[in-house]
């Protein structure tokens, strides 16, 4: 059973590496991927923990990246597989982003401070030490001072892009990002594809020259099997990876007990597909 997106507390996620590793084994997960949101620094943990409970571990980093579609600027996330964690390029951008996400969630605390009872105090209550900041962790902070009953709740309420207590982060051009990733030597997968894209459309309306001009920057492959992936668009997403000859993977994204709904290996990729990226893959050494 292959799960190649988990996030631990070293970014959004609620389990510490070493806990995500135990509670992969425990759901039957023979060879776990740890995504953190731009950052590489749960590594070293994971794969210590994945040593002793005997399961595989592939270092990987969930990469924010940014993307234009005609007028719209849209939000793209790219699973970096086994990239050199120190090489200048990708790790710059990462530790840039990662500033930038401080600023930005100190800038929505600021605007939420004027109508709710919150500081940026109570965010960093509830953040590990280094961890890469994003909303979950102000939602965790509004659930815990009781102004919203989950983090679920806190995203469909002040923390939604519509919210005037939103603010935007800095984040890497997306064909920029790609061609980092592969520079570094990992392999590429766009997270959950189109997650954001508009309900009720049909596939005719699908971006196929985005798709095909990140295709031609070097991506290496399309995580369709994934909850947020519309339904709609998988058997489009497929054809695409066919035509393209990339890789397809299934993951379940956990974040952790209570964080989102995602539960561990809910959704999987199979071995030729993994094998794919460990053919591929020359920046970092997995541990199998
Ligand atoms: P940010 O990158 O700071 O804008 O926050 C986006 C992150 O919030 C994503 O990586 C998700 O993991 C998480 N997220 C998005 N929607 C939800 C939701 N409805 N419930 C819980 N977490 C969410
Ligand atoms: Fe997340
Ligand atoms: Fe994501
Ligand atoms: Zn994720």
């Known amino acids: 059973m292959i799960d190649l997106h988990a996030h631990s507390n070293r970014s959004d996620g609620k389990d510490s590496p070493s806990q995500l590793v135990r509670k992969a084994r425990a759901a039957g997960v023979t060879t776990l ?21 005997r399961i595989s571990l592939i270092p990987g980093i969930e990469v924010s990246t940014r993307a234009k579609i005609g007028m719209r600027s849209i939000s793209v996330h790219v699973l970096a597989y086994l990239p050199d964690p120190n090489h200048p390029g990708l790790s710059g951008e990462l530790s840039k982003t990662r500033d930038s996400r401080i600023l930005r969630a100190k800038a929505m605390v600021a605007r939420l401070s004027a109508d709710y009872p919150i500081s ?3 965010v960093e209550q509830q953040l590990s030490p280094g961890a890469t900041v994003g909303r979950p962790a102000l939602a965790d902070a509004l ?19 519509s919210s005037p207590y939103y603010v935007s982060d800095y984040s890497v ?14 392999v590429s997968v766009m997270a959950h594809p189109l ?13 196929t ?10 991506l290496d492959g399309l ?8 339904e709609f668009a998988k058997a489009w997403l497929r054809d695409l990876a066919l035509k393209h000859n990339l890789i397809v993977t299934g993951s379940s994204d956990y974040h952790g007990d209570g964080a989102k709904d995602n539960l561990l ?22 541990f199998l």
């Open 33 to 53: 991927a740890i995504t953190d949101h731009d950052t590489t620094d749960g590594w070293e943990e994971a794969i210590s923990a994945a040593q002793s409970e």
């Open 173 to 186: 051009d997306t064909v920029k990002a790609i061609e980092l990733i592969r520079e570094a030597g990992g």
């Open 223 to 230: 995580e369709v099997n994934h909850r947020s992936v519309p």
């Open 120 to 122: 940026w105090e109570d």
């Open 195 to 207: 997650i954001d894209f508009p309900a009720g459309k049909s596939d005719l309306d699908l971006p």
């Open 209 to 218: 020259k985005h798709f095909e001009q990140l295709i031609a920057a070097g």
């Open 265 to 286: 290996a809910e959704n999987t990729t199979e071995p030729d597909q993994l094998k794919r990226i460990l053919d591929q893959a020359s920046g970092f050494e997995p």
């Open 143 to 161: 659930v815990a001072k009781r102004i919203v009953s989950t983090r679920s709740a806190a995203f469909e309420s002040i923390l939604n892009k």
